[in-house]
């Protein structure tokens, strides 16, 4: 949440919604084509949750936590 916004144009600063449109001081309303002004692209596509884990990924993350219990266990106990 803003608690002011600062016209780039004529630095004059107050709470947003003096800025509904443009800056009440000089008119500045902004630059329809810059970067960040389109309006969001809105989906009705139906999310769904990701796929699971592939099984050999399982069994990688097991064999790296064996070794590094290993090891571990090999440093302390020499």
């Known amino acids: 949440m ?3 916004v600062l016209c780039p144009t004529c630095g004059f600063s107050a709470e947003p919604s ?3 449109d443009g800056c009440p ?3 500045h309303s902004g630059f329809f084509d810059a970067p960040g002004y389109e309006d969001p692209v809105l989906t009705s596509a139906v999310r769904t949750p990701a796929p699971p ?6 069994l990688v993350a097991v064999a790296i936590l064996g070794i590094a219990v290993v090891a571990l266990a090999g440093a302390i106990f020499r």
């Open 2 to 4: 803003f608690t002011s």
């Open 18 to 20: 003096r800025f509904r």
């Open 25 to 27: 001081v000089c008119g």
């Open 53 to 58: 884990v592939p099984w050999w990924m399982w």
